[in-house]
């Protein structure tokens, strides 16, 4: 039985739903003021069932079921890509799932719920695992396609059934702001940025530094950062769908990172989104919510590794973009030549 609040949230949620039956349930959340959790939890019982917390244990499970569909995003952008869990490897907090298909970076610290949702359909029903963060935003969801083993799908869902329980919502933390300019120590940022020998000593730069990420874009120095126009962004997805240059883009949300590695093709506008709409990978940018846009070139052991990077107007990142590259292997020159086309573009 519903308590009494949530009796009520119910009732607004059917009556939202009535009024906008298109709406979707992230939307839908941020319209009634709660979060999307909280919404997907009353339907516990019936459309949900809660999973117990075992992040690890539904990971490294998830290569039973063959192929999925997994969904990341963050305000601005979703990212959708078709494949096999392959490469799985969880420990403590942190995950990967290194696949040719399925390309995930995993901070479960951030994984507070998780619930098998049965969302009814004209015809059948659209299963999905769905995992949320404290604050009630989902970090990653994992969807049933027609390609999919259902009765290894409902497998799992038995396995890691819990028992309902009440749902704690916590406050998202406010983020942290930078500091004035004039205290940051620009000429050490420079010489630590340039003497970088893999992309990933760079969240540990800036820690060091003190110093904000679109904030370190800003000062270290065009040869490095420049930013582009927003349109930018658009212009190097044109230019890779145009000439077939396979490329990586990265969204994503408070407790993961999805990766697609590959070309694309098919870009389409629609109902102010632009999107990639390809067999094996979609994705869907809100290109209002674009505050600024980089292109940005760290030093590494393979040579100078180049991406265009998108950040909100509260400097949150929204995508980030590469040429296709393996550890090992030098960047693509035609990668490369699609930065400095649209660089050029940017400056003319």
């Known amino acids: 039985m519903l308590s009494p609040s949530n009796t009520d949230l119910a009732a607004r949620w059917n009556v939202l739903r009535g009024e906008k039956p298109a709406l979707r349930i992230r939307d839908a959340a941020a319209t009634l003021g709660v979060s999307e959790a909280e919404l997907v939890a009353l339907g516990v019982g019936r459309t949900a069932t809660a999973l117990k917390p075992d992040w690890r244990g539904i990971l490294n499970d998830m290569p039973e079921v063959g192929r999925v569909m997994c969904l990341t995003r963050n305000d601005h952008c979703v990212h959708e890509r078709h494949g096999r869990f392959e490469g799985v490897d969880v420990e403590g907090h942190h995950g990967i799932v290194l696949g040719p298909d399925i390309d995930l970076r995993l901070f479960l610290g951030s994984w507070k ?34 390609e999919t083993d259902r009765p290894a799908f409902d497998a799992l869902i038995a396995r890691y059934t819990s028992a309902p329980a009440a749902l704690t919502i916590a406050a998202r933390k406010a983020p942290a702001t930078d500091r004035p300019d004039r205290e940051i120590d620009v000429e050490g940022l420079r010489t630590a940025w340039l003497g970088m020998k893999d992309t990933h000593e760079f969240f540990g730069m800036l820690g060091r530094f003190g110093v904000g990420r679109v904030q370190a874009l800003r000062l270290v120095g065009e040869d490095l950062a420049r930013e582009l126009p927003v349109r930018g962004l658009r212009s190097a997805f044109e230019a890779a769908a145009a000439d077939g240059t396979p490329i990586m883009v990265f969204v994503g949300s408070h407790g993961c990172i999805q990766i697609h590695t590959g070309p694309v093709k098919r870009l389409v506008d629609a109902h102010g989104w632009f999107n990639v709409l390809d067999p094996d990978f979609n ?38 973009m590469f040429g296709a590259r393996k550890p090992g292997n030098p960047e693509l020159e035609d990668w490369r030549a699609i930065v400095a086309r649209v660089e050029k573009q940017a400056a003319s």
């Open 113 to 146: 719920h998780g619930f098998a949702v049965r969302e009814p359909l004209q015809q059948g029903e659209r299963l999905s695992l769905q995992f949320f963060d404290g604050a009630g935003d989902a970090v990653h969801k994992i969807y049933a396609t027609e």
């Open 283 to 320: 994705m869907h940018l809100r290109e209002d919510g674009i505050a600024r846009v980089f292109s940005v070139r760290k030093p590494t052991e393979d040579g100078i590794v180049t991406s265009i990077e998108a950040f909100d107007a509260h400097n949150r990142n929204i995508l980030l």
